[in-house]
């Protein structure tokens, strides 16, 4: 929630927090290896080639105008997705910012011009207004000094960066390439019994066959989308890779273990109707995003993913906060429903104090909360979370947040330690499995880079259970 209220100055933090899905540029960890839509394992799973797929419209997505607090945002190139329009016929992906085909990208060398600073000029003067950057490096094509001069002088730390804007510029023309974007064509519905493995990226895509994932550009892609429903899934699910003791706390285990119950009904002898199997499933499982932006943009199918891995689960979906309106949706309301196969999204512009009451009571059966890179210590937000971390512990529900690095995590999860509330960890904060693979770069700052859901944590209201010593 909060982000109506955040002011859009330059705090590049901030601006790290409205970043919307179709944003985002790179650095995908080398040691991954990518997964070829030619590889022998994909073409001889028969399994597979039955899998319905479907074809994700990233055309339309792009095309969604967003939130004027979204769209005026200082960072990366959320601020031109708005403006997608298919322009390059075929490669090359690489060209300096202001020599782009592509108008927005050339807005944001317009933008960096105006608003940047030269980092050597600052570091010479450093109480001055530096020179704009108007020089394009070579390497990245970022407007990163106001000099080549200054370009060479500066060069030894702008190296730290030069790789990964190079990525980020190559994957914001790519997307925007024209071309078919095979890897969001992802697939439908699992058979009850298919097993998926939720260790990494990889082995997730892999086993739910996912084609097309040809290339670290490709996963960069992809990861964006999914980090969203997937960091949900993978905490969620009974294969997830967080473990007791390494990551999970007692607590956390026994808080999942509840969800579990419910996501994972037991199968019972014989059939009902219509030929399904019987199942303990009788309820319906509440994930609540707070504060929601960038995940209330995704398309319904997107999320879908996240109910594929649970064939016996109904979800509801609640998307809360100022900027929960997804932009196809803007203009209808400001609390909606939709229903998507076996999910219903719920978007509410209400402030999370004002939507507790109506959502409630609440059961750490069937409810969990999620806080994508929520901004509890940002000076703009801070405020804004003060009334809704009480009422979150009250529930006893699972809590769990992001970051888009350690810093940001840290800050946030100093916030909560500091707040005197009393509450129990269920997931000591860790980088987080299925984060986006893309970086994101600050505009106000070149040196900056981030990425979607970089970390994980979570938290719980803490209980005070009954011992036999308590009632004598
Ligand atoms: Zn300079
Ligand atoms: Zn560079």
Request: with cysteine.
């Amino acid at each position: 929630m909060a982000s109506r209220l955040r002011s859009l100055a330059n705090a590049p933090h901030q601006a790290l927090r409205h970043s919307t899905t179709a944003s985002f540029p790179t650095a995908a960890s080398s040691t991954r290896t990518a997964i070829s839509a030619t590889s022998p394992r994909l073409s001889s799973s028969s399994a597979f080639a039955l899998v319905p797929r479907r074809h994700l419209s990233l055309r339309s997505w792009f095309n969604a105008k967003k939130a004027t607090a979204v769209a005026n945002t200082t960072f990366g190139n959320d601020r031109f997705s708005s403006q997608f329009e298919p322009a390059l016929e075929e490669k090359p992906l690489f060209y300096p910012l202001s020599k782009s085909p592509l108008a927005p990208v050339r807005q944001k060398a317009e933008w960096i011009h105006s608003h940047g600073t030269c980092p050597v000029c600052k570091d010479q003067h450093p109480t001055e207004k530096s020179q704009p950057p108007v020089y394009e490096c070579p390497d990245c094509g970022y407007p990163t000094h106001c000099s080549e001069d200054h370009y060479h002088q500066g060069k030894h730390n702008h190296q730290h960066v030069c790789s990964t804007l190079r990525q980020v510029n190559e994957d914001e023309h790519d997307l925007r390439s024209g071309r078919r974007l095979k890897e969001f064509e992802f697939p439908g519905r699992q058979h009850r019994d298919e097993a998926v493995n939720l260790s990494n990226w990889d082995t997730f895509l892999y086993t739910r066959g996912f084609l097309s994932m040809n290339s670290e550009r490709s996963m960069r892609h992809v990861s964006h989308v999914l980090t969203y429903p997937m960091t949900v899934a993978s905490v969620l699910h009974q294969s997830s890779p967080y473990q007791l003791g390494k990551d999970l706390t007692v607590e956390g285990l026994k808080s999942l273990a509840a969800l579990r119950h419910t996501l994972h009904p037991t199968r019972l002898a014989g059939s009902a109707s219509g030929g399904e199997l019987k199942t303990t499933a009788t309820n319906t499982v509440r994930v609540f995003c707070l504060g929601a932006r960038a995940e209330s943009q995704l398309p319904p199918h997107v999320w879908s993913q996240l109910a594929y891995l649970f064939p016996s689960t109904a979800f509801q979906i609640h998307f809360v906060g100022p900027d929960a309106i997804p932009a196809t949706r803007a203009g209808k309301g400001d609390h909606q429903h939709m229903h998507f196969e076996n999910m219903t999204f719920v978007y509410d512009k209400s402030r999370y104090e004002a939507y507790h009451a109506e959502a409630g009571p609440f059961n750490p059966y069937f409810d969990v909360f999620f806080l994508f890179s929520p901004g509890l210590a940002h000076p703009a937000t801070k405020g804004m979370w003060k009334p809704t971390i009480p009422l979150l512990l009250d529930t006893k529900c699972a809590i769990f947040g992001t970051g888009f690095n350690q810093t940001d995590v840290e800050n946030d999860l100093q916030e909560l330690e500091t707040c005197g509330l009393e509450m129990d960890w269920l997931m000591k904060p860790r980088d987080n499995v299925f984060k986006s693979l893309k970086h994101e770069v600050n505009v106000t700052d070149l040196q900056q880079t981030a990425q979607c859901n970089w970390g994980l944590w979570g938290i719980r209201g803490r209980r005070y259970d009954v011992r036999p010593s308590d009632q004598e």
